[in-house]
């Protein structure tokens, strides 16, 4: 009886870790409206939101415990600069404005921002990005419990590093 909870102990932190990019399959999204591309876990749930003053794709990992909303501004909003969008968006998570630095994926330039926080009374991580991307204010902000973020990791570095110009395809004709 000892031999098969011994083995079933050294084997539970096996299944604790989390999956690497490559064990997990992508579906890529090609937005012409955003001009942008990038790859998104397959099975997570998507959820499109448009306001007066975003348009904005939100996906949720299947435990609903990390979050990754990728917006673009529209009307009076659309003039802010990528810094004051930043500004704005870290509000929304009661925080401090934190340092923000630049950062570039795939020649798209970001402001970008990490920090802690809180929702619903419970710490959250965030990290958030903006730039100004042919024409409009693009964010994106991951966020989730401290744990989540661990977590899943990878799998943001993995999306995060997707990001790229969207290359609309040139029809050939013959």
Not at 61 to 69: C, E, I, K, M, T
Not at 110 to 124: A, H, K
């Amino acid at each position: 009886m000892k031999l098969p909870l011994l083995l079933l102990a050294a084997l539970l932190p096996l299944g604790l870790q989390a999956q690497t990019p490559s064990d997990i399959h992508y579906e890529t999204v090609h937005s012409t409206q955003y001009q942008l591309q990038y790859r998104v876990p397959a099975g997570w749930d998507q959820l499109r939101q448009t306001t007066d003053s975003t348009i904005a794709l939100t996906y949720l990992s299947p435990a609903r415990d990390l979050v990754v909303y990728i917006g673009q501004l529209r009307g009076a909003a659309d003039r802010l600069t990528p810094d004051q969008a930043l500004y704005q968006l870290t509000e929304q998570f009661g925080v401090p404005v934190n340092k923000q630095f630049a950062t570039a994926y795939n020649g798209i330039p970001f402001l970008e921002t990490t920090g802690m926080g809180t929702r619903d009374g419970l710490p959250m991580r965030y990290d958030a990005l903006a730039a100004r991307h042919r024409g409009h204010v693009l964010l994106i902000c991951v966020s989730g419990s401290p744990d989540a973020f661990l977590t899943h990791e990878p799998v943001v570095q993995h999306m995060l590093h997707s990001l790229t110009p969207y290359k609309p395809r040139r029809a050939t004709g013959k």
